[in-house]
């Protein structure tokens, strides 16, 4: 059975704090994808990052960065210089490549970016 | 180009009525997967539509139901309510073309309150 973890329900930072939200996964499928998801206040989830199992190479996006470890099962996200705008949940998923087209979604970590 | 759209925005019911939930996907995505997610909590995969038929069905009861319509719109209907169904709920598009791992974008959802 596949599962996704996020330990932190919720962490708080002064704005302009780097903040890394974690994330574990379970699966013993060697082809999967990983992603991330923003949930801000009104509800939508807004799509940030696909990673596939193949790749393990780290992506920056602006102040967005992803550091996906296969050997310890995890794909964190970091925030730098964060912003108020910053403030929303966050929701690790992860699908197969075969069999399912569900996402299995983690509990999110509700981010508080404080002015 | 319009994302995701649902309807209605908010709802609600009281126990034992039933409910129709509207999702239109976005433009050119012909696959629509249902999610419910209770406050707190990640979203739950309810069910996958595809070529107007469930391609996979999550493990909710059978109250659950949907249809997809030849414009690739979809519905979710939930039969004699609960109070545990009170959730968000959100529907995703995905392209559908390229397999299980299609990003799936996701629409505003349908925050459902049973009383």
């Known amino acids: 059975a596949q599962k996704v973890t996020q330990a932190q329900t919720e962490i708080s930072v002064v704005e302009k704090e780097d903040v890394t939200l974690d994330c574990v996964y379970e699966t013993r499928d060697t082809t999967y994808y990983l992603f991330w998801y923003k949930q801000p206040p009104s509800g939508e989830l807004v799509f940030l990052i696909r990673r596939n199992s193949f790749d393990e190479q780290n992506e920056i996006s602006g102040r967005y960065s992803w550091n996906f470890q296969k050997s310890t099962s995890s794909f964190n996200f970091t925030i730098t210089a964060s912003q108020v705008v910053d403030s929303a949940v966050y929701f690790c998923?992860?699908?197969?490549?075969?069999?399912?087209?569900?996402?299995?979604f983690g509990t999110g970590t509700r981010l508080k970016v404080l002015a | 180009d319009a994302g995701v759209t649902q309807s209605p925005t908010h709802l609600i019911k009281t126990r034992g009525q039933q409910v129709t939930l509207r999702c239109s996907p976005k433009s050119g995505h012909d696959t629509v997967s249902w999610y419910q997610q209770a406050l707190g909590q990640g979203p739950q995969f309810i069910f996958q539509y595809y070529e107007e038929e469930e391609r996979q069905r999550g493990n909710f009861p059978d109250r659950f139901s949907g249809h997809q319509f030849p414009n690739y719109s979809s519905e979710l209907n939930v039969n004699a309510l609960l109070l545990g169904d009170s959730a968000l709920y959100l529907c995703?598009?995905?392209?559908?073309?390229?397999?299980?791992?299609?990003?799936?974008?996701f629409g505003p959802g349908t925050r459902l309150t049973v009383l």
């Open positions: 998923a992860l699908t197969l490549t075969s069999g399912t087209y569900k996402y299995i």
């Open positions: 995703a598009s995905s392209p559908g073309w390229t397999g299980p791992q299609d990003t799936q974008y």
